[in-house]
């Protein structure tokens, strides 16, 4: 297969007069940016598009990209966060009148964002260190993470018939899908990490990517064949959503009146942009926080609303819950549900990151809280993100950012790109945390607009849109996966189909220290100590700075459910407020 490059060849560029340039991670920001925009235009205010062509990029980098990868990642980010700034510039004109602000993305950090699970540690420790567990909330209840076995049961692994792959997703409890394939839910034997490997494609191969689809689909778990990009194209699903853009606003009633921003006074070094928006987050693991993380790093006040009996991923939660409050509700429960419906009641902004329909179900999706807006007299925004996109025959399909990253072609390309003929998960959760600022993103259109005419609205976006956006800025050619080949370490081109999510993250990480120790400059982090951890966490800072105003999160992270169920008495750490 050759590999997509869009309609230039990204080593190389050329200016008016036909000067040839090497290719640079700056311009392809902009050249990002602009097919962003032409992407995007019909769901973003014109009022904002005026402060995204003024924003800066700032880098160290003047030589190749950062990751061992085809993929643009580093172009998409930093597009995708000059268009958020964008907004939020807009919005600040709305308190301050019409201005021109200095605004920059440092692609440094945009870069570390998308990989700042792997970065954050609690305690001194990160996400690889085993004795990091101690200081972890224990979310994971099914043990779908903490057993290697169990964990292995979502990866990818090639079926029945030669070159074909299937990503089996055992997602947050593993013994249905190890049961799909003829295996024990548990096997205290299997602990070493080769061994695991084969005893479970061994039973994949029992079976076709067909046979498996079927199976998986009977059972109603995330899993996926893993398609070329070409091929993604051509299923029925691909051809309506390589058409959409990668986020939709739209209004789901015009009949409440405008709500101005609050303008509460930040206990800030300076203004926050949303400063009194009130959130509250229902989303688990990485992207649908991801959102909210966004939203906080504004001045929002977030609340992460997660059930007591639902797993999660222990150790993201340090990095994703930056900024927030933390809260246990079930939502099944007549008595957290009259809590939950006193939350809605001054809330701005629902965010849902779970399985299409669930929050439905459950009487809170968006057509429901049209009824409590309208009482109320101020419409909600709501913004939903999942796996597949909220159109299309898949649409209801469950997935994460392994199952997008293989359906769309993105697992082909990084495969391909390193030599081989089969695919490989790219490292680091990047469409999950791409797709959160896509999800950003639509929040800040949805208030823009409820400040500007009034009305509800409705977000949407999804690791898919995000993924396709990502294919169609081209992947870098054989001369620059070369020069990048090269450059990181010969172990990470070692890697291969069946290798985990966690391993080719490890790699990707060692290579990259080496080569780029710029990503890990200590003044791209910052520290405070967690009440809820019960030690120091440290993250990765904002990427984004308005003039004006100040970006950053009011206090540190927090496990799952630390806190109860209020918008009152809301702490600050002053540590946070650091610059």
Known sequence: MTPYLGDHSPTESSDVNGTTHAYTLLDGARSALE??????????????????????FSTANTGSPYFPSPLKQTEAISALKAVESGIASAIADLSDGPKTRDINVDMERATAFLFSTYLATVGGLDKSNPKVKKLLKD??????????????????????????????HGSLEATKALNMIGLEG???????????????????????????????WKIKQAGVTCLKWED????????????????????LETETPPVPFPCKASRAPKPQVLAGIRVLELCRIIAGPAMGRGLAEYGAEVIKVTAPNLSDVPFFQVDANIGKHTTDLNLKDSNDRKIFEELLQSADVVLDGYRPGSLNRLGYGPRQLLEIGKQRGRGFVYVAENCFGHTGPWSSRPGWQQIADCVTGVAWAQGEAMGLEEPVVPPFPMSDYGTGCMGTIAALVGLYKRAKSGGSYLGTTSLVQYDIYLLQLGLYDDKMMTELRKQHDTEFFGLRHHDSVDEVGKRALKTMRRTHPELFDEKHMQ???????????????????????W?????????????????????VDEDMLKE
């Open 35 to 56: 097919q962003l925009l032409v992407k995007a235009k019909e769901h973003l205010p014109t009022e904002c598009l005026s402060h995204v062509a003024k924003v800066g």
């Open 551 to 571: 970006n950053g999160f009011l206090r540190s992270s927090r496990p799952n459910g630390f806190d109860k169920p209020t918008w009152g008495d809301w702490e």
């Open 139 to 168: 979310t994971d209840l099914l043990q779908a993470q903490s057993i290697l076995y169990r964990r292995l049961s979502a990866n990818l692994y090639e079926t029945k018939n030669p070159g074909e792959y299937f990503h089996l």
């Open 232 to 251: 993604f194209k051509l299923t029925q699903h691909g051809q309506e959503l390589v058409e959409q853009p990668p986020w939709k606003v739209e209004a």
């Open 527 to 549: 520290g405070c100590f967690s009440k809820g951890f019960d030690a120091d966490v440290r993250t990765i800072k904002p990427v984004v700075s308005i003039e004006g105003y």
């Open 186 to 216: 548990h096997r205290p034997d299997l602990t070493e990490y080769h061994e695991c490997i084969k005893i479970i494609e061994d039973h994949v191969k029992q079976y076709s990517a067909d046979q498996l689809e079927e199976m998986n």
